[in-house]
Every structure is written in structure tokens, then in C-alpha cells.
């Protein structure tokens, strides 16, 4: 299957060009090195683009040409499939070959999903260098940690050289500002030659508001339904097929091009789509077909905040198939014990019981009634495996749709981030770090744009003004490039005085704990147990013949854990620091923890 779109270099100084234009009656592509324009006339054979409203041709040019299409003599616009957009959104598109890069990972196949430690980036702010080259300086520290995996934020262009990355518009294009797709192919080969994979995530939920072309070329939009920004993605109106196709195609571009290994899927509860076969689940085959022919992983990880296991389910037990989900739920009953806060949805979790029930099931909302909602909440989870979650303590939206930016190392005391290391890394799932918090990050991690249009700025402003109306908060201007400044991490902080003392060891050595204790990483449902006795939760988990069991104290005051077997003082070896036993029990500070680990074919939860 040729699944291409675009400008696609075919050799001997030739470019096959092939856009979906239904709504026009006539394209042109015009070349700005000659100021040629060319009538696109039939496809190619064999494009992905091969149907109705489909226009291409072969054209004399070479890589580093830039064009632009005409649209019926009237509308001059990129190509809505650009690899490269050199001089940004408004600009014109650039002829690429990504199929020219040279590879140096035929040997690298990253670690199982389920054995994966993540590691969330933003690329414009990981380091002073706002680009890929400078983030690649970094990976030997990611790797010394025991990161297995980098995921990276949204690199689809967007307006500006400032943004989070939803506000894409050239879902094939990588932001020039970063390095441009070439910069993003080194980023990814040096990562495997370090043993990292890559999961990017990709917005096909929406595209950006400033600069969007697509509804120029055809209806990738469709009024019919709504979300939270505009009108839904067309995936099951009129002219859907092609639209299906178009985000299919920009999901095998970052697999077979970019060789990334896993694609996270934002906010899939607003891919409205009511077809018999949905567009996720077509999406998922189509990944499954490129992990068979290229023999490296696809991974589909889903944002989902409807709590439904069929994300994840089989599609034969009618679900959509995809890999793994975010668990929402995991990040809101801890940070609800950590901070006390009980606006929004934490007014929803209450304690240790909540915390437990996301270890021990999965979702914490499985159907019954959330006050925040005003409705009953999410379907019951506990058949999942563990390694279907994709758990954290913090993450970007977490930490940067905070009015402030504030990230978790600057609203509790440094007992509480060791503890919250402990139950993220030491819990059934798939964890992932929010860069920064290995060693107590304190910078804020902001919402910022860089919008050229000021009406669009403005409103952006004047919405998160809105959005954040406390008295007790200054909320940061997402519109003022100081408020990305502050939000740039310095790679030194994780080296000097900055660096919070003990946590990034603490971090280290629990990762390196998952990785020599199979029971933390495959464990699956049956053999996981959490309860919460007062504040104290117990979690249990076995894998052939070897258990371990951790106590975490969320609580401010002296707790015991109840550890079997206590008599005999060779049952139970303790990991990381030991401490006291006694016949009552394992005692713990306020807000402390300890795990054991014993080889008892039987131990009691």
C-alpha cells in the first residue's frame, strides 16, 4: 500500500505531487524558485490520495524546492500534507526527502511497553537550546536515570516558535523552530543508539485556529458536532473517507519515516465518530500492518478521560484496539492526598481508599456517581491488565494548565515528592515522568503561544483569565514570551544546588528496582492487590514465586504497615533503606514508605 501524501521525490529530479481537493475545481502548484505554475491533473497511480477531488502530477523539481498550491485561480495556499514549512505557517511549503536520512538503528528494539519507564518532554523547553540538537545533549542523563522511552510532546508546526503544540496546523510538517524534520530524524536515531525509544503525540482531535488551510482543500471539519476548540474533525460525514485517510497517512508518516515507536493520541473523548468502524480502531490496524512490515513496535497510547475500557480492548470484544490509555483517575487521588486540594474534579477523590483503588483496578471511577460530572462516571476496569494504564504524579496538562505553572516540587514538602516517586514507580502501570521532577524541578512549566494574530492573542488571554478566576493566583500571560522564558529548564539545575538533595538517587534506584523486579512490571490484574487500611495503603504484587509488598504512609503521622510472617526475619527482605520491624508490624513515618520483597510461593495480602 503507497499511503503518501504530498510532495514525494521520486528521483532523477522529479517530484510527485498529490493533493485532496474536492472542493475545487481546478489546482495548480506554483514553484517560487522559477515562478513556474503547473496544472495538477490526474494522481499519481497508486497514492494514498487515489479518489474523488484527488489532483497530482509529476513535476520537474528537486528536494528544497518551495511551492505553494493555487486553488481555482483564487486561493493561494501549502500544500495541507507539507513535510516542511521553513518560514512557518504562513509561508510556503518545502519539497522533502524523508526517506533520505541515513539510519543507524537496525538493531535497536526498544524495551516491551509494559517494561517501559517514560519520560514527557516539550521540545522548546527541555533546554535553553529550544531544539532537537540541544535536547540530544540530555539523553545520556535520561538513560543514567533508566528512562527507557522518550515522549514527546506535539512538533506538528504551529504558529510562532512558542506553543505547547495542540495549536497545529501542518500535521505532516516538524516545527522549524526545533530543527525541522531532519532534526527531529537525528533526534530520533540518537535516542536508539541509547536504547530510547520515541512516542510522540499527535493531535487529531482538532487543528490549531491561526493558519489552517484545511478547510480551503476540503471538509475536514464538520459543524455537526462540537469541542472544546471549534468544530469536530470530519470522521463520519460526507467526504470522511478522505479524511480518514489524510490522518492515517500522518500516523504512518511518524512510524515508517521518523521510525518513532509509539504515537500517544490526545484527548480521544473529543474524536466524535459514530461509524460502525471507528476511525481509532482503523487506525489501530493500520499501525499493527506497519509494525509487521517494518519489525519495529507502533504503540497507540491514548488520552482518554471517559474512563472506558474499551480504548483499550480487544476488537473482537468489541473495542477499539489501541495499546495502552492515560489514567486520569491515578494522578488525581494521589495529587488530592499530597496537596489537600479539592477544587475541580479532586473534589471527586477523598484518600487512601481512592489511591488503592487505582492500584488495585485501574479506574477509580467505574460507573458510579461523580459530584464534579454531576453524573455517574467511567465502566468498570479491573479485567484490564496493569500495563494498560499509563500512570503519573504530573504531567503537562497537570502541572501547565495550573494558573501559575506550578509543578508539584513547589506545593509540598520534599517528604511528599519522595513518596509520590515511590507509589508512581513502585505501582501496577506504565509510568511516566513529566521532565523536571527526577530531581524537584521548581521552574514553572507554563501555558504559552506565540499567535501572530493579536485578536486571536487576546482572546486566548482574556479565555485563561477566565478560566483561572481566583484572587490568590496571578495568572501567568500565555502571550508573554517571559512566561516562557521561566518556563525553560536549565540542564544544570539537575547537576547543582538546585536539584532538590536525595530525590534524583531516590528516583534512580526505584527505577532500578522496577527493572530487576519482574513483579512490578508484569504482575498482572490477578495477582495485584492495594488496600487501604486508615491511611496506609498496602499494595501486593506476584510474579512466579517472588511477591513484594509496599507500605505507603499518606499521612502526616507515625503509621505501622501489617508485613506477614514478621517472626521470621529471613521471609522478608527489604529494598531500598531496611529499617525497624517489630512483632506489631512495619512501622513508617508520616508520609513514608517501604517495600519487601520475599520468594513464599504463599503470602497473604
Known amino acids: 500500500m503507497n499511503w503518501r501524501l504530498g510532495a514525494l521525490p521520486v528521483g532523477d529530479g522529479r517530484t510527485s505531487f498529490s ?20 496544472a495538477l491533473t490526474d494522481p499519481p497511480s497508486g ?53 533520505a536520512y541515513g539510519w543507524h538503528d537496525d538493531a535497536f528494539r526498544p524495551v516491551p511497553l509494559r517494561d517501559a519507564v517514560l519520560y514527557e518532554l516539550h521540545v522548546g523547553t527541555f533546554t535553553p537550546g529550544q531544539t532537537f540538537a540541544a535536547a540530544v545533549a540530555v539523553l545520556d542523563d535520561l538513560v ?70 484545511l478547510p480551503d482543500f476540503g471538509p475536514y471539519l464538520t459543524e455537526r458536532y462540537r469541542t472544546p476548540w471549534g468544530p469536530a474533525v470530519n470522521l463520519d460525514g460526507p467526504g470522511c473517507d478522505g479524511v480518514r485517510r489524510y490522518l492515517t497517512a500522518n500516523a504512518l508518516q511518524w512510524f515508517e519515516d521518523f521510525h518513532v515507536d509509539g504515537l500517544r493520541l490526545d484527548a480521544v473523548h473529543e474524536i466524535v465518530d459514530r461509524s460502525a468502524t471507528p476511525f481509532l480502531a482503523e487506525l489501530a490496524e493500520a499501525a499493527r500492518d506497519s509494525s509487521e512490515r517494518s519489525g519495529r513496535p507502533a504503540w497507540l497510547i491514548a488520552e482518554s478521560a471517559d474512563n472506558n475500557p474499551l ?65 455517574r462516571h467511567g465502566a468498570p476496569s479491573v479485567g484490564l491488565d496493569p500495563s494498560r494504564f499509563v500512570v503519573f504524579a504530573q504531567n503537562h496538562d497537570q502541572v501547565g494548565n495550573r494558573a501559575d505553572g506550578a509543578r508539584l516540587a513547589s506545593l509540598v514538602a520534599p517528604e511528599l515528592l519522595r513518596l509520590a516517586a515511590a507509589i508512581l514507580l513502585l505501582a501496577p502501570g506504565i509510568p511516566l515522568l513529566f521532565m523536571g521532577e527526577e530531581y524537584g524541578e521548581t521552574a514553572p512549566f507554563a501555558y504559552f503561544v506565540d499567535h501572530g494574530d493579536p485578536d486571536l492573542l487576546d482572546a486566548v488571554r482574556r479565555g485563561r483569565a477566565r478560566e483561572h478566576e481566583r484572587p490568590d493566583v496571578d495568572v501567568l500571560d500565555p502571550g508573554d514570551e517571559e512566561t516562557f522564558g521561566r518556563s525553560i529548564l536549565d540542564p544544570a539545575r539537575r547537576r547543582g544546588d538546585q536539584a532538590l538533595p536525595g530525590l534524583m538517587d531516590l528516583y534512580r534506584d526505584l527505577i532500578a528496582v522496577r527493572a530487576a523486579e519482574p513483579a512490578l512490571r508484569r504482575a498482572g490484574r490477578s495477582a495485584t492487590t492495594a488496600c487501604a487500611h486508615g491511611p496506609v495503603v ?17 499521612s502526616p503521622s507515625d503509621a505501622v504497615g501489617a508485613l506477614p510472617g514478621l517472626g521470621d526475619d529471613t521471609a522478608w527482605e527489604e529494598l531500598l533503606e531496611p529499617g525497624p520491624r517489630s512483632q506489631t508490624g512495619v512501622p513508617l513515618e508520616p508520609w513514608g514508605f517501604r517495600v519487601f520483597r520475599t520468594a513464599l510461593e504463599t503470602v497473604a495480602p
Request: hydrophobic share 35%; with cysteine; charged share 20%.
Open 144 to 213: 543514567e536515570l533508566g528512562v527507557t522511552a522518550v515522549e514527546l510532546m506535539p512538533v506538528a508546526q504551529f504558529p510562532g516558535a512558542r506553543n505547547w503544540g495542540y495549536d497545529g496546523v501542518f500535521p505532516f510538517a516538524v516545527q522549524n523552530s526545533y530543527g525541522g524534520p531532519l532534526g527531529m530524524q537525528r533526534f530520533v536515531d540518537e535516542c536508539h543508539q541509547r536504547g530510547l525509544a520515541v512516542i510522540l503525540d499527535v493531535v487529531y482531535n482538532h487543528f490549531g485556529p491561526e493558519g489552517n488551510v
Open 47 to 99: 497514492t494514498a490520495s487515489c479518489a474523488e477531488g484527488t489532483f497530482g502530477r509529476l513535476v520537474e523539481c528537486e528536494p528544497g524546492t518551495r511551492y505553494r498550491y493555487i486553488l481555482d485561480d483564487s486561493l493561494e495556499r501549502p500544500d495541507p500534507a507539507s513535510a516542511s514549512q521553513p518560514e512557518g505557517i504562513h509561508g510556503p511549503s518545502e519539497v522533502v526527502d524523508l526517506t
Open 311 to 375: 480504548v483499550v480492548s480487544p476488537r473482537e470484544l468489541g473495542g477499539l484496539g489501541l495499546r495502552a490509555q492515560w489514567n486520569d483517575d491515578f494522578h488525581h487521588a494521589l495529587h488530592r492526598v499530597l496537596t489537600g486540594e479539592e477544587s475541580g474534579y479532586y473534589r471527586d477523590y477523598h484518600g487512601s481508599d481512592d489511591v488503592a483503588r487505582a492500584m488495585d483496578q485501574g479506574f477509580v471511577y467505574q460507573g458510579q456517581y461523580s459530584a464534579f460530572r454531576g453524573h
Open 19 to 38: 493533493v485532496w481537493a474536492p472542493q475545487a475545481k481546478r489546482v495548480d502548484v506554483r514553484l517560487l524558485s522559477t515562478g513556474e505554475r503547473i
Open 538 to 554: 498496602t499494595l501486593t504484587r506476584s510474579h512466579r514465586g517472588t511477591t513484594l509488598m509496599s507500605f505507603f504512609n499518606l
